[in-house]
C-alpha cells in the first residue's frame, strides 16, 4: 500500500492554531463505520453515543514543558534543547538546534545559571545525551524555563501552558499531548461517569517520533518509533470486564489505541504490564480489543491517518475527511474531533 494512498489536500488556515478558550466547545463529527453515516455535532453530545455498558479509555500521560532555549557556555551562542526521554541520575536523550557544534563535552547555561547541563554522548541519529545539573527540584526549575514542545505546525504561542495538557494528566514523560483527550473538561468526564460509564486509565508517553513524517512510499517499509507504556492491573479488569459483559471499549485518541492493541494477547484479554511498544496499524490490521475511538483530525500521510483507516476503512476516512474540509472543520492538534464507532 502506497504512502500516498493516504493523502488529502488541507487548506492551511484549517490548521487550528490556538485552543478553544471551553475545550468542550468543539465540533464533533460521529462516523458509523459500518455505513458510513455522518453526522454533525458538538464535542459535549459524545455522551449520547456512550451507554453504561461502555468502557472510555483514556491516557493520562502528561506533557512536560520540554523546550528549553539556553547557550553554549563557551561562546554564548543560542541553543534549543528539545527533552525526549529521561533516564538515570538527571540525564536526558535531547534534541538539539543546531546540533552539529554540541560535540560530547560542550557545556550549556540555561536562564540566569538555574539549570546548566553537558553533552555526554550522541548517538548514531544525532541525539545527544545531557546530564543536567540544578539545585532544587528539577520539575520546579522545568516549569520556570521550559516551553511546552508544540507540533511544528502551530505557530502560535501557546498563553497558557495547561491547555496543551488533558484535565486528566497525571504521569510526566511525554513530549507531546494525546490531542483527543484535551476535548474533554472534568465537568464532561463526571457527566459520563454519572451516566455510568466506566473510565480506564492507561498511560503511554507520546515521543516526537508521532509527528515523523512517513518517507517510504510503501507503507510497510516504514519504521515506526517506540513509545512507554504502561497498564495497571485494576485497570485492565475494568476493560476485560466490559468485554466480557457485551460493553464498547471506546479508546480516546490513537495512544490510547496502540496501547491496549499492543498490551491485548491474541485471546483478546488485556494484559496488564509496562513495555516499549513500536505497533503500527494500518489498512488489513485486525483489532483485538477497541471498538470504538474518539480522535482529531490528522495529517494527510500521516501514520495515525493510517491507523483510523485502518479501523474505518481509508475510502470511508478519506470521505469523512473531504466532508470535513467541506465544512471548515478545525484540523490536528486544537482542531475538532471525530468519533468513530
Not at 148 to 153: A, C, G, K, N, Q
Not at 256 to 282: H, K, M, V
Not at 294 to 323: C, D, K, W
Request: charged share 25%.
Amino acid at each position: 500500500m502506497k504512502t500516498s494512498d493516504f493523502y488529502y489536500d488541507l487548506p492551511k488556515e484549517l490548521i487550528a492554531q490556538d485552543p478553544l478558550e471551553d475545550r468542550s466547545a468543539s465540533r464533533l463529527m460521529v462516523l458509523d463505520r459500518k455505513t458510513g453515516e455522518v453526522q454533525h455535532e458538538v464535542f459535549t453530545q459524545v455522551i449520547d453515543h456512550l451507554t453504561d455498558k461502555d468502557c472510555l479509555v483514556i491516557n493520562d500521560t502528561k506533557v512536560i514543558p520540554a523546550r528549553l532555549y539556553g547557550t553554549k557556555e563557551d561562546t554564548g551562542a543560542a541553543i534549543e534543547v528539545l527533552l525526549l526521554t529521561r533516564k538515570k541520575n538527571d540525564v536526558w536523550e535531547t534534541l538539539v538546534r543546531p546540533g552539529k557544534k554540541c560535540r560530547v563535552g560542550t557545556r550549556l547555561v540555561f536562564g540566569d545559571g538555574q539549570l546548566t547541563g553537558e553533552v555526554i554522548d550522541v548517538t548514531d541519529d544525532g541525539n545527544r545525551f545531557i546530564q543536567f545539573h540544578y539545585d532544587g527540584i528539577f520539575e520546579e526549575i522545568l516549569d520556570q524555563l521550559g516551553e511546552m514542545p508544540l507540533p511544528p505546525y502551530i505557530k502560535h504561542k501557546l498563553k497558557d501552558k495547561t491547555m496543551y495538557n488533558t484535565v486528566y494528566a497525571k504521569h510526566d514523560g511525554s513530549a507531546a499531548a494525546p490531542t483527543a483527550g484535551l476535548h474533554f473538561t472534568k465537568e464532561l468526564l463526571q457527566q459520563i461517569q454519572d451516566k455510568g460509564v466506566k473510565i480506564a486509565h492507561v498511560t503511554l508517553h507520546v515521543g516526537l517520533g508521532t509527528f515523523r513524517p512517513v518517507k517510504s512510499d510503501e507503507i510497510e517499509d516504514h519504521e515506526m518509533h517506540s513509545e512507554l507504556y504502561i497498564v495497571d492491573e485494576d485497570q485492565a479488569k475494568i476493560i476485560n470486564d466490559t468485554k466480557a459483559n457485551g460493553g464498547r471499549v471506546i479508546c480516546v485518541g490513537t495512544t490510547s489505541c496502540r496501547t491496549l492493541e499492543s498490551a491485548t494477547d491474541e485471546n483478546g484479554i488485556l494484559q496488564p504490564g509496562s513495555a516499549w511498544t513500536s505497533i503500527f496499524i494500518y489498512p488489513g490490521y485486525k483489532f483485538k480489543i477497541m471498538d470504538g475511538l474518539i480522535t482529531n483530525f490528522h495529517l494527510p500521510e500521516s501514520t495515525l491517518i493510517m491507523l483510523v483507516s485502518a479501523f474505518a476503512g481509508r475510502e470511508q476516512i478519506l470521505n469523512a475527511y473531504r466532508i470535513a474540509v467541506e465544512q471548515k472543520y478545525r484540523f490536528f492538534s486544537f482542531g475538532d474531533a471525530m468519533m468513530i464507532i
